[in-house]
């Protein structure tokens, strides 16, 4: 087990952070692109809504039916509870389908941008690349949400039932319940931040489901998890870390009322909307920022207890590849030619007739 320490630490936050640095304007113009689809959708969402209520509003107000009876004004009541139901059940498929596909392929960027890979915006589109990975986006999204819910409704159900107990003995009795639901409220805080480090660990899902795609989604989320296990008060004590970074958010907010505090005294309201839009730009820009260098970081952690792809040793990279030249020198070489058979001796000629007389001649000369 890989000890996970405060300079172990610090040296995956001071990485993350040069590798953010090094790509600002990819990392800022990454999640504006991001938010866009989302602001969209909530956009359409809101002017449709308000204008079905002015139409309803219209209509039994100062229109044609502004004098309709009791029963027509309840059905048309119910007609508009109903439509306004099935628009923010609409709403929320596209932001499932969407969102699921768009917060993959952010993730992905944040892993990349951590490994120093060097990640573009096209990454945004990662998850609709292929239905496999559009799908396992989707379960990715709702594995999480639902072991989120699992995680939170007892001790929401406790928190609420506690608050109502006390609030209702203290109203019986004539106490003041203010002081005791303040102290139960913040235990639920407390407990709910608790929660929020395991629900974080589910999020190396993110990573092994990209480096296996026929990996599930429970089971990923599982793996991951797992990693953590005996880390949780080191992943408490890496998320508290960034709480003075969250708290330098207090004075943008101040900075922008006391803005607005001295245009409206001004009464310009072009001064007033240029230091606004200015003041909400920075803190954007600010949150941006530090939204991927938390991410970032946090899949560096991944990445440090085990998640990171496999890499050869480079002796045994050197290996493999002198073994497949010599195979592919060998498949490339041409096939000798059998050897030729041994040709016979060839024969004498033939001698004429008179030679072969006088030979015969000495060789009985010599006898």
Known sequence: M?????????????????????????????????????AAIGAVLYFMLIARILVFAFQFG??????????????????????????CLGAMVLYLLIGSALTFGLMQYFIRLYRGEKPTVGLLGYGFCGIRRFWNSIKLAV?????????????????????FGFGLNAA??????????????????????????????YYGAY???DQNSSLGAWESTKQSSALFKGKYIALLVFELSYLPWYLLLI?????AALL????????????????????????????YYLTAYFNAA??????????????????????????????????????????????????QPALPETVRKESGKEDSAEE
Do not use: H, N
């Open 62 to 87: 100062t229109g044609g039916m502004a004098g309709a009876s009791e029963d027509a004004m309840m059905l048309a009541s119910m007609k508009l509870i109903g439509e306004v139901v099935l628009m």
């Open 260 to 287: 607005i505090g001295l245009t409206v005294m001004s009464s310009s309201v072009l001064l007033m909307s240029i230091c606004i839009a200015a003041v909400v730009i920075l803190a954007l820009i600010y949150v």
């Open 172 to 201: 019986i009795s004539g106490a003041d319940p203010e002081g005791v639901i303040q102290v139960i409220y913040w235990i639920y805080v407390v407990v709910t931040m608790l929660i929020a480090i395991k629900i974080q660990t």
């Open 143 to 163: 594995c999480i949400g639902f072991r989120s819910f699992l995680w939170m409704i007892i001790p929401t159900i406790l928190y609420v039932v506690a608050a």
């Open 298 to 347: 946090f899949f560096g952690i991944c990445d440090y207890l085990g998640m990171a792809p496999e890499k050869e040793e480079p002796e045994a990279a050197d290996a493999a590849e002198a073994v497949e030249a010599v195979d592919a020198a060998e498949s490339a070489a041409p096939v000798a030619a059998p050897k030729a058979e041994a040709a016979e001796p060839a024969e």
């Open 251 to 255: 004075p943008l907010v101040l900075v």
């Open 207 to 209: 990573i092994l489901m």
């Open 2 to 38: 890989k000890p996970f320490d405060a300079s172990v630490r610090k040296q995956i936050k001071k990485q993350a952070k040069q590798e953010v640095k090094s790509r600002l304007g990819s990392v800022i113009g990454t999640q504006i692109l991001y938010s866009l689809p989302f």
